[in-house]
């Protein structure tokens, strides 16, 4: 790049040239100085080791390459010796003239442009918001802007940042909340259907209750949501109203008195009377809760934990022995050594790691003892080639392991369709109970005593459940185009043999129940027959009076058809002839059509979203039943085998204060659109 300018393409005059030359823009000047050696002759000589270059001679100008090449490759043995010694030199700030005396970095290419960042102004308000941001996404305590090694690094990036205090950044964390929940709060008005919530308590070292209340809801462009609510705080959360307060305070913060359909908890902090208590909460303002029944008293993920646990748990010591021999192998560089040694002389084909389980997940176990099933041959000899080696299981000890895998397997696959990162429609979760149900129901009639045994209690454990939940269930796969009501057919024959007709008749009647319920709600009866898209349209308008139906049939353009027009008639005899498939309601032309083709890429949602002015009321019904959820808890904590407890930083905090940080934490993770997004109402002071 040259640094002279000369019009019209003339040749530079050396002596007038320094008058006519512009200030020099080059960042190799940085680097050089120009000198005057003789008239008509200017060489550039480098700061550093002084050496001189050409520069200018006569009317020749040598441009600046070469130069940028002596500091960028490491040509001038200064620049060198100077970049080697700052690789271990602590960064020395550069001084007003942009050279330290010690830095040499490599010249850069200089853009002439407008620097992207230069004309930004330093925003003190958006960098509060975005600290509270931080904080609530990665659970930072509000006092890490008093840490000094925050404040230190944070005044390294901008001097000018004043940090804020603990009460400032509370308040900034606290306002975004309002204004997520405002966000979240108009989506709920614009949604068609119900809301479902679920329940989970945790505890705290102090035994306090924190009720956490997730709704579960599908919008008008049927897409499902789960939102944490609320986190409401209860003195006695062993009492038998802690979850009706909960519930109260939930449904009046977000003004869904008249608008929630089911309540889903655990019942290991439920009883009898907690249950009554909750039914009369929220049945008054509810007709739609079906009498009770969609009050749904135990979480699914809870109950797989349970029984996995049972199963461990009634071959404990033989778990142990696996466990051990793995500990034996993992705890040792040289007896895993000596392990892979000789599963390579084994040839055993297994790509399996062995690995210690986690107690408090018991996923974990269940593969730790599936791995290590694998790998049983290794195991089985090792102690003849490891002499320090002496706790081999017996045969019959991996025989018994490898069929309690079997049923960890039947859980697990259960329970994993819970940690994705949407939550499931309600119709995947009949599939996997009834198979559970069916699996141990026949495991527990097994002529080997030692799986009936095993999967008897398990079996009786899981029927009470499957008693509690398969009409909720089953109502909700009806709502599937794929199965209807002929998997529950399928299903029940297999469960109940020759009873399976009075209980495939149970939820027939109780859809039936519902959809009258769903039908009674309709504001104003209003019929708008299904028009397949490309089609003719007509509209009808149905008024009842007493027991006759009136139709009045217009075209589409508003023109009613002439009394003259000779197909006047041909409309008569169609309306006659159509009249009985036209009274038929939807639900039974709904069950009567065919099943749709089964495709791993089905979706149930955008299938309603699809047929929604075929079915508009039994649409409002399959979007409440197809959002409710038959588990409490995240995906984080599918596995558990402890209970939840709020941390002491946590339960130390206000509970309003607590509330915001989680809650604003699952809206963050699901933004709102951008033209939903408004400033919050109130903004709280501390």
Not at 348 to 364: A, C, E, I, Q
Not at 483 to 490: A, D
Request: charged fraction near 25%; charge should be negative.
């Amino acid at each position: 790049m040259e640094d002279t300018f000369t019009p019209n393409n003339e040749q530079p005059n050396p002596e007038i040239q320094p008058n006519k030359r512009r200030r020099k823009k080059s960042i190799v000047w940085e680097h050089f100085t120009v000198e005057t050696v003789s008239a008509g002759c200017t060489r550039a000589c480098c700061k550093q080791c002084k050496k001189s270059f050409a520069y200018i001679t006569g009317s020749k100008l040598a441009g600046t390459s070469h130069l940028k090449r002596h500091i960028a490759l490491g040509i001038c043995p200064v620049s060198r010796r100077n970049q080697e010694k700052n690789q271990l030199t602590p960064y020395t700030p550069a001084s007003q003239d942009g050279f330290t005396g010690i830095s040499t970095d490599a010249p850069k290419r200089r853009y002439r442009g407008t620097p992207v960042y230069a004309n930004i102004p330093f925003d003190q308000h958006r960098c509060n918001q975005e600290i509270a941001k931080m904080i609530i996404m990665h659970d930072y305590p509000l006092h890490i802007v008093e840490h000094s090694g925050f404040i230190n690094f944070v005044h390294a990036l901008q001097p000018q940042f004043n940090v804020a205090s603990f009460n400032s950044i509370q308040g900034d964390c606290v306002a975004l909340y309002l204004r997520e929940k405002q966000n979240l709060s108009n989506t709920l008005n614009e949604i068609p259907g119900r809301v479902s919530l679920t329940l989970d308590m945790w505890t705290s070292d102090e035994n306090l209750g924190y009720v956490f209340l997730t709704g579960h809801f599908i919008d008008d462009e049927w897409k499902l949501h789960r939102r944490i609510l609320n986190v409401v705080m209860v003195s006695s959360p062993e009492s038998d109203d802690a979850y009706g307060q909960a519930v109260v305070a939930c449904l009046a913060d977000w003004s869904l008195e008249s608008r929630l359909f089911t309540i889903t908890l655990d019942q290991s902090f439920s009883s009898e009377t907690m249950m009554g208590n909750l039914r009369g909460v929220v049945s008054v303002k509810n007709p739609l809760m079906f009498n009770g029944q969609l009050l749904i008293r135990n979480c699914f993920a809870r109950i797989l934990c349970s029984l996995a646990q049972d199963a461990i748990g009634a071959m404990a010591d033989t778990v142990k022995k696996i466990r051990d021999s793995v500990k034996y192998v993992k705890t040792s560089d040289a007896h895993e050594e000596k392990f892979l040694e000789l599963k390579h002389q084994l040839q055993v084909p297994s790509t399996k790691t062995l690995f210690l389980n986690d107690y408090t997940k018991w996923n974990s176990t269940y593969h730790m003892l599936a791995d290590a099933c694998e790998l049983k041959e290794v195991f089985t000899c090792l102690d003849t080639f490891d002499p320090d080696y002496k706790e081999a299981p017996s045969p019959d000890d991996w025989r018994q392991v490898e069929t309690l895998c079997t049923f960890l397997k039947l859980f697990y696959d259960a329970a994993i369709i819970f940690t994705g990162k949407t939550y499931p429609t309600a119709n995947t979760f009949y599939h996997e109970v009834w198979k559970v149900q069916l699996e141990l129901t026949e495991a527990a009639k097994s002529h080997d005593p030692f799986i009936s045994n095993l999967t008897k209690p398990l079996q009786d454990k899981f029927d009470r459940y499957w008693k509690e939940t398969s009409l909720i269930l089953a109502v909700a796969v009806v709502m599937d185009p794929r199965f209807k009501m002929k998997l529950v057919e399928f299903s029940f024959s297999k469960i109940y043999g020759a009873e399976a007709e009075m209980w495939i008749k149970i939820v027939d009647e109780g859809i039936r129940e519902l959809f009258v319920d769903y039908v009674t709600q309709q504001p104003l009866l209003s019929i708008q027959p299904y028009v397949d898209e490309g089609s003719e349209v007509i509209s009808q308008s149905y008024l009842e009076e007493g027991n006759d139906v009136i139709p009045k049939t217009e075209m589409t353009d508003g023109a009613l058809l002439s009394d003259s027009d000779r197909l006047s008639d041909f409309d008569v005899y169609i309306s006659e002839i159509s009249g009985g498939q036209d009274m038929r309601s939807e639900l039974d032309q709904y069950l009567d059509e065919s099943l749709m083709p089964r495709s791993q890429d089905f979706d149930v949602l955008d299938w309603w979203k699809l047929n929604k002015l075929k079915y508009p009321t039994l649409s409002r019904m399959a979007s409440d039943l197809l959002s409710t959820p038959i588990t409490t808890v995240g995906p984080d904590n599918v596995f558990d085998t402890v209970s939840r407890k709020i941390d002491r930083y946590r339960s130390s905090l206000r509970p309003v204060t607590l509330e915001a940080l989680i809650c604003s934490k699952d809206w963050l993770q699901h933004p709102a659109e951008p033209d939903m997004l408004i400033q919050p109402i109130v903004k709280m002071e501390f």
